[in-house]
């Protein structure tokens, strides 16, 4: 094999590899976003299970059907939240607590319950009016219609599997396994589901898309930092402001 038909095929292994490394960053992402949503919005939304031997489009489906879920949620609060004003929802909550106090002590209990699920609408408002979910939603729309996410997880990278420099060195580790092989079939598996007719060299256009795909999967992972970024300072302050 030449040396650029070894590139390609190093190419496509680092791809792949790099492709399973996301998909697991954006599963731990996704269900810890998916636990701040339910304990802040009050909602029981169902997290993601991942099996290696899973198919990946069932991956992306879980994490499209969680943001969609979350998306329903967030625009019907913040629908609510413009038919009633912020400041009218402290005004009423400040009118209560003066009313049910009757010393300093009782006062401060009052506030913390009366402001409790004041911030609610905001971060309803915040994760909808940055379309932070829109854009996730209309990310994995697009992402499950390429013809790799009918492979399987194990498919794109298994813990025996070795970067293919470590293949031809003389120093090979005892617990590697069958490194050489396992790189082979997973070379065959990609090369098939990312064939494209008329390609002079099915390898090197296997890697082209696998490397567009691992691009396209870049907002989408930036999209669930920012959120949960969203979601842990708007927790924090709704915790801090109850303590």
Not at 133 to 139: A, I, N, R, V, Y
Request: no cysteine.
């Amino acid at each position: 094999m030449s040396s650029e038909s070894e590139k390609d095929k190093e190419r496509l292994v680092q791809a792949a590899k790099t492709f399973f490394l996301h998909i697991q960053n954006i599963a731990s992402l996704t269900n810890t976003l998916t636990e701040l949503f339910n304990r802040t919005m009050s909602t029981q939304i169902i997290l993601m299970a991942v099996k290696e031997d899973g198919y990946i489009k069932d991956i992306f489906e879980q994490m499209l059907r969680i943001i969609k879920e979350m998306k329903s949620v967030v625009e019907a609060k913040d629908d609510k939240m413009q038919k009633k004003p912020l400041f009218s929802s402290i005004a009423t909550a400040m009118s209560s607590v003066v009313e049910k106090s009757a010393n300093v002590k009782e006062l401060q209990q009052s506030a913390k319950e009366g402001f409790r699920n004041v911030p609610l609408p905001i971060i309803a408002s915040l994760l909808n009016s940055g379309n932070i979910l829109g854009s996730l939603e209309s990310s994995l729309s697009l992402l499950i219609k390429y013809p790799i996410m009918n492979l399987q997880l194990s498919d794109l990278y298994r813990k025996d599997t070795k970067e293919l420099s470590d293949a031809t060195t003389s120093q090979k580790s005892p617990s590697a396994g069958p490194s050489k092989t396992t790189t082979i079939d997973i070379v065959k598996k990609l090369q098939d589901a990312l064939k494209t007719e008329n390609a002079k060299n099915t390898i090197e256009s296997a890697a082209d898309q696998l490397e567009q795909i691992v691009k396209s999967v870049g907002p989408i992972l930036e999209g669930l930092q920012k959120t949960v970024k969203t979601m842990e300072k708007n927790t924090f302050g709704i915790k801090k402001a109850s303590d």
